[in-house]
């Protein structure tokens, strides 16, 4: 429900007149806090009138006056204006910080409202406001946080496609995005369960399968450095760990068994490197 309709429900079944300032410049954005320019000044018959008199000078120095002392006081309290209206103000606020203050008074031709009355009105209000204000800082924070970690994963991605033939490392990724390396390494776990290494490692491995298949006359020397892997016993290490043969049995594979062509080569069947992989 939006805090307009809320208002204007109150006003019309109360007999009570609700204003709001706000004291933050961006309270407005919020999703359900939208208020017209009738709940954003005093608009009860009498404060009208007296608004007449002098073009609203008075009303704007006793509103200035106000909102001082509700900047400092932690509750609601009670106030009657230089017009002789009595109204209840009650500041919003959120931790230490003022949002706003609502202007909650009666007319005398509405009749009375109830003091008590009053201030559950005014209660509901402020928790109204407090509880939508904490929910959209809440999922702002979230929203920013998921932007960035999104960012870096696809940075990452992009980073090791570039450069996965090259001697890098996640030092190298951190420098780049200018973020701390360990943040970045959670980063990349949450996001992928593994590591930057293990990714780079596997980007590198489904390369050498190219190379294995369409480069008969390349070394596995040659083909292990072309991959990005500075040993080429490293290399079969990780390939058998990997695949579960090593890559010479694998274009031996790929040579004598026509099946098996355009096939990747046998894995653990999830895909992940067994043995706990690379890590």
């Known amino acids: 429900m939006q805090l307009a309709r809320i208002l204007q429900e109150y006003e019309t079944m ?3 007149f609700i204003s709001f300032e706000a004291c933050r410049k961006d309270f407005f954005r919020i999703p359900g806090l939208e208020l ?14 007296w608004k007449q008199r002098d073009d609203n000078r008075r009303c704007w120095e006793e509103k200035q006056r106000i909102l001082q002392r509700a900047g400092q006081e932690r509750g609601a309290f009670f106030n009657r204006c230089r017009g002789g209206v009595r109204e209840l103000i009650a500041p919003v606020r959120a931790g230490e910080e ?25 209660g509901f209000l402020t928790e109204y406001v407090r509880l939508l204000w904490s929910i959209s800082v809440r ?17 990452c991605r ?4 570039r450069r996965y033939r090259e001697n890098v490392a996640l030092a190298d990724l951190a420098a780049e995005l200018r973020v701390n390396a360990n943040y970045l390494s959670g980063v990349l776990r949450r996001a992928n369960n593994f590591s930057f ?3 780079l490692t596997e980007r590198r491995l489904r390369e050498a399968c190219e190379w294995l298949k369409y480069k008969p006359g390349c070394s596995i020397a040659v083909i292990a450095f072309q991959c990005g892997f500075q040993d080429q016993n490293y290399f079969s290490t990780v390939f058998r760990r990997q695949y579960g043969i090593s890559p010479r049995m694998y274009r031996r594979m790929l040579n ?8 990747t080569p046998p894995s653990s069947g999830n895909g992940v490197p067994e043995n706990g992989g690379v890590r």
């Open 98 to 122: 003022l949002l706003g203050v609502f202007f909650l008074g009666g007319d005398e031709r509405h009749g009375h409202i109830d003091d008590k009355r009053l201030c559950e009105i005014a």
């Open 256 to 263: 004598t068994s026509a099946s098996d062509d355009g096939k």
């Open 139 to 155: 999922e702002g924070r979230e929203s920013a946080a998921a932007k960035r970690e999104r960012f870096y994963q696809e940075h």
């Open 197 to 199: 290494r293990h990714m």
């Open 36 to 49: 017209d320019m009738t709940h954003c000044q005093h608009h009860a018959p009498c404060c009208l009138k």
């Open 158 to 161: 992009n980073f090791i496609e």
């Open 14 to 16: 109360e007999s009570v």
